[in-house]
T-cell receptor, first 111, second 114 residues
Framework: GDSVTQMEGPVTLSEEAFLTINCTYT??????LFWYVQYPGEGLQLLLK?????DKGSNKGFEATYRKETTSFHLEKGSVQVSDSAVYFC??????????FGKGTKLTVNP | DSGVTQTPKHLITATGQRVTLRCSPR?????VYWYQQSLDQGLQFLIQ???????AKGNILERFSAQQFPDLHSELNLSSLELGDSALYFC?????????????FGNGTRLTVT
């Protein structure tokens, strides 16, 4: 079945560092790909999405490019802030009605 | 604020008991999803309703059931509770039923079974 694998955390960075969180997927067909973010004590929020190969999703300085050839959707940000500390989830929307989520990567950004 | 309301925020109960979790979706959203989040399993899809009808089923145990009412709010019933059912239960809503409709999550109900 469809699945998502993302890098295990936790990830700890200093403010203004470059961030990459790796995400790869297994799916039949042509899924849509998403990154959701969960801030402490809150529910998940959609961060960005891409619906077809080579699409780049971007929001709040975060970017991810849908790479069909490597079945990847890595999340990047050029300069992280303390306020980016959260848990990041990669997700896949395939042929069924539901999203399949990765296990989440906890990011801590220190001042 | 996502507009999705979940009650209660916290629930502590004993093994063997039954509880009901409630979710009010964002205004205008017809789909409601239930997810279970635990440390070891991550975020697991349980069930989805669209406009009152069950649309998709995931890893939902037979001891669990859900429904969506005519006013579109939803309830998740968990019975014969076990220690392993302790988790954060999220409700999410979306306008449509397909995966390209962004999900809006509530803040969750933390269930502790003792």
């Amino acid at each position: 079945g469809d699945s998502v694998t993302q890098m295990e955390g936790p990830v700890t960075l200093s403010e203004e560092a470059f961030l990459t969180i790796n995400c790869t997927y297994t799916a039949t067909g042509y899924p849509s790909l998403f990154w959701y973010v969960q801030y402490p004590g809150e529910g998940l929020q959609l961060l960005l999405k891409a619906t077809k190969a080579d699409d780049k999703g971007s929001n709040k300085g975060f970017e991810a490019t849908y790479r069909k050839e490597t079945t990847s959707f890595h999340l990047e940000k050029g300069s992280v802030q303390v306020s980016d500390s959260a848990v990041y989830f990669c997700a896949l929307g395939g042929g069924s009605e539901k999203l399949v989520f990765g296990k989440g990567t906890k990011l801590t950004v220190n001042p | 604020d996502s507009g999705v309301t979940q009650t209660p925020k916290h629930l502590i109960t004993a093994t063997g008991q039954r509880v009901t979790l409630r979710c009010s979706p964002r205004s205008g959203d017809l789909s409601v999803y239930w997810y279970q989040q635990s440390l070891d399993q991550g975020l697991q899809f349980l069930i989805q309703y669209y406009n009152g009808e069950e649309r998709a089923k995931g890893n939902i145990l037979e001891r669990f059931s859900a429904q969506q009412f005519p006013d579109l709010h939803s309830e998740l019933n968990l019975s014969s509770l076990e220690l392993g059912d302790s988790a954060l239960y999220f409700c999410a809503s979306s306008v449509g039923s397909g995966v390209n409709s962004p999900l809006h999550f509530g803040n969750g109900t933390r269930l502790t079974v003792t």
